[in-house]
């Protein structure tokens, strides 16, 4: 299976600030990379697919980039409703794998 | 409603067995991949398995293959999952999701726990 690992772990953060969180594959994905946010007690949410792609509904100031093997998800000016966790997935092989999460945090 | 509602989970033994279930509503089911993701208690995501649109293929994280087994069935817009052989690390919820990786639909989750 593919690994990924994102980073940091966890992060603590202000209202307002540019927050950018890495994921790197043990291989390379080309751009078969998803971002999910997942609230506490809720399902995840599909944020951005195929590395870059903003899903219908998430706010611009949500952004991906990245090829490859590393990636990067950014969100500009936080907001309060932001304070969750983030998730990347890879979807290059049909055995999908997740990343172990970064918590943002106030 | 397009929604995903999950059903099956409880307390079982180790060595034990439970089939969970999602019900899928809102839109045509037979379209789409469809997958199992679980997550442990203050744990991340692990995705366990995906299948297709008519059940021919079916893949599994490495970890589960021959204790899981995914199906659904069609005609009543079901999406199964059989456990076998449970153990204490198979406690989670249990998660349904729409798509085979671009999961942009999710159940509510069903919790098993596996315990004595």
């Known amino acids: 299976d593919i690994q990924m690992t994102q980073s940091p772990p966890s992060l603590s953060a202000s209202v307002g600030d540019r927050v950018t969180i890495t994921c790197r594959a043990s291989q390379t994905i080309s751009t078969y990379l998803n971002w999910y946010q997942q609230k506490p007690g809720k399902a995840p949410n599909l944020l951005i697919s195929?590395?870059?792609n903003l899903q219908s509904g998430v706010p611009s100031r949500f952004s991906g980039s990245g090829s490859g093997t590393d990636f990067t998800l950014t969100i500009t000016s936080l907001q309060p409703e932001d304070f969750a966790t983030y998730y990347c997935q890879q979807t290059y092989v049909t055995t999908r794998t997740f990343g172990g999460g970064t918590k943002v945090e106030i | 409603e397009v929604q995903l509602v999950e059903s099956g989970g409880g307390l079982v033994q180790p060595g034990g067995s439970l089939r969970l279930s999602c019900a899928a509503s809102g839109f045509t089911f037979t379209t789409f991949w469809m997958s199992w993701v679980r997550q442990a208690p203050g744990k991340g995501l692990e995705w366990v398995a995906n299948?297709?649109?008519?059940?021919?293929?079916?893949y599994y994280v490495d970890s589960l293959k021959g204790r899981f087994t995914i199906s659904r069935d069609n005609a009543k817009n079901s999406l199964y999952l059989q456990m076998n052989s449970l153990r204490a690390d198979d406690t989670a919820l249990y998660y349904c999701?729409?798509?085979?990786?671009?999961?942009?639909?999710w159940g509510q989750g069903t919790l098993v726990t596996v315990s004595s």
């Open positions: 195929a590395a870059s």
């Open positions: 999701a729409r798509g085979g990786g671009n999961h942009d639909l």
């Open positions: 299948i297709n649109q008519d059940g021919s293929e079916k």
